[in-house]
């Protein structure tokens, strides 16, 4: 069929990405025939922080805005002791840290980026012992974290970015829960556990910021349960392994109310005064339920979800058909699927939220974490061999990381393994046999994407000939991408036109369409 169109059309989109990708050098902090290692990177007043090691072996503290002439020193010895900077967070457009400089203990420090603006924000333990504030979370506008106070117990701080408004909120004993590295967050209010004796011992409490508003959600007899569980929000609650003494560890629920915290469902019952435990782990919300992994007392660990309610609690996959369990641990949202680790036989599985549905993508490399989600792929580390790995979700796709500078494997800094988003690019420690041998700060860039194109001469639509700078649409017409035609154009490939796109022929020419062109 030819068709002749002489007016703009207006069409239809999604992003299309060539998945090409550069690996790049930030700044070879250690120039002698170390790596300088560098970790902890964090995006604060638009600027990128991290901690690396100098050719004198010592860690200290480094800025940069992801070119090596803006990647600098910005406190070393002896203004803070070596390898002492931890616990970094962005908060007021400024970076909040921990250090020691010998002299204070290790005590909560502040940096807007610059060399006179890192210092010293607070001496909250006096003298050398320090508080070692950690547990750094931002809510209700508010820098929450935890800290010895001078009587060397874990104590509440909240901060509200001024050393006058940094204080202790209530002097009892706390801690975070599961083994997280931060408080929990629902609706503006941590939670934490806290000690509530004489009266109750140890509970669930949760704080907005104020000595009013911190208060005890559930009494002892019950807290968190498993080691390294997470925690899910939906409709205004927090899903999360509790532990009781009658149940073990199992899926519970609070709105922020006693009455509201409750367990959501026993999975596995106690056998002869055993403690069988469903062990919910790896909560992620995901099309308005909560999907984790557990047990129940026919399956193994498995993929499960809950719409909050015991009925509505059901098991999505048996990955590892019968009592053994599959043992999915991680889960990313990814192109509208949810992508789930098992750690029997190493497996990628990709779940629309149906047993049909939820199906083996492909092997995973041992001991496997998702890193990131960028550039239209999934990124995931291997803590084993140390390697980035990447996968568009499709079956037997998981490789290793590429880039188009390189074929050198991207290895990944054992020391931290994170991936961390600043100004479009990823950044990490890593090291690349053609990039940088040695381990360094480096980040992988996607290239610019061409929206606008302009077919200049005449004949295929396919033919780069035609088109300014040889470069021709993707068959795939995204959301704001505009095609310009100045010639006598025949479209003879098969041309998907998203929303929010347009194809306009200029006066007096024409595009015939010899392919397919389809307007959705």
Known sequence: MKKHISSTILLLGFFINTHSQTLELVKEISTGFG???????????NKLFFVAKDDANQFNLYVTEGTAATTQLLVGPPAIQNGTVYSMIAYNNKLF???????????????????????????LYPGVTGSYPSAFTVANGKLFFMGNGLDGERRLYVSDGTPA?????????????????????????????????PLYGYGLWKSDGTAAGTILVKAGGFSPGVL??????????????????????????????????QMVINMRADVGGILYSGSPMALTTYNSKIYFSAADD????????????????????????GP?????????????????????????????????????????????????????????????NQYLWQSDGVASTIGYATATNTTALIGINATD???????????????STVISPSTEPLKLVAPAIVTSFSFTGNGNWSNPANWAGGLVPPSTLPSGYTVVINGNCILDIAVHAQPGSSITVASGKSLVIAGSLTIQ
């Not at 026919?298 to 058909?321: N, S």
């Open 324 to 384: 053994d369990p599959g043992v999915p641990y991680e889960m990313v949202i990814y192109n509208g699927l949810l992508y789930i680790l098992n750690s029997y036989n190493r497996e990628m599985w990709k779940s629309d939220g149906t047993t049909a549905g939820t199906q083996l993508v492909a092997m995973a490399p041992e001991m496997a974490r998702f890193g990131a989600v960028w550039n239209n792929r999934i990124y995931i580390i291997s803590n084993s």
């Open 298 to 321: 026919t399956h193994g660990q498995e993929l499960f979800m809950t719409d909050g309610t015991a009925g509505g609690t059901q098991l999505v996959k048996d990955m590892r058909p």
């Open 417 to 431: 393994q994170t991936l961390t988003f600043y100004n479009d690019a990823l950044y990490f420690g890593g090291s």
């Open 165 to 197: 408004g940094t204080f202790i909120i209530q002097n009892r004993g706390i801690n975070v829960f599961n083994g997280f590295n931060n408080f929990a967050v629902l609706n503006n209010e941590i939670y934490f556990i806290g000690d509530g004796a």
């Open 97 to 123: 840290f921990t250090c020691s400089d010998g002299v204070n203990g290790q005590e909560l420090w502040v940096s807007d980026g610059t060399v006179a603006g890192t210092l010293l924000f607070k001496d």
């Open 228 to 261: 390294g569980s997470n925690y899910a929000v939906l409709n205004n609650k927090m899903y999360f392994s509790g532990f009781d003494d009658i149940h073990g560890s199992e899926l519970w629920v609070t709105d922020g109310t006693e009455a509201g915290t």
């Open 35 to 45: 790596s300088s290692n560098p970790y902890n990177f964090t995006a604060a007043a």
